[in-house]
């Protein structure tokens, strides 16, 4: 075996029938998403699910300083709301990648209207 070829490893989990059938018949509806098998959508969701998680810190700082909001200096507020424009950049890019790629990204609107709510909630718009 080459050294240049890293082996996986891998493990396994379990999901119940009626989840599996469900993924099944999407990836079988929309082939032209490019999911080959329940393996690679449910891989590609966790990655996708990870990526938000990732990103989504900044919503949590933001939805503590509303609730102490009295509490909080302007400044604190300006940078919950410079740290979810960084958040949003972060979750653009993915986007992007994503469209140059070739894959849907269903959730880009979603996406929009969470960050734009959450930074009118900070500046105490309606």
């Known amino acids: 075996m080459s050294s240049d070829v890293v ?3 891998y ?3 379990s999901i119940p ?13 929309n082939k032209q998403l490019g ?3 329940v393996a690679e959508f449910i891989k590609e ?11 989504s810190e900044p919503f949590v700082r933001a939805d503590k300083l509303l609730e102490e909001k009295p509490k ?7 940078k919950a709301i ?11 890019q993915l986007i992007q990648a994503k469209a140059k790629a070739g ?8 996406i929009r209207l969470l960050l734009r709510k959450a930074k009118q909630a900070l500046r105490g718009e309606n």
């Open 7 to 9: 082996e996986k490893k």
């Open 11 to 13: 493990k396994s989990i």
């Open 17 to 29: 029938e009626e989840l599996f059938s469900e993924i099944q018949r999407y990836i079988d509806e």
């Open 35 to 37: 999911y080959s098998s």
């Open 45 to 55: 969701a966790c990655r996708v699910k990870l990526a938000y998680f990732k990103n």
């Open 72 to 78: 909080q200096s302007n400044e604190e507020l300006r």
């Open 82 to 92: 410079a740290a979810l424009d960084t958040a949003e950049d972060k979750i653009m």
């Open 103 to 110: 894959e849907v990204c269903e959730v880009e609107d979603d």
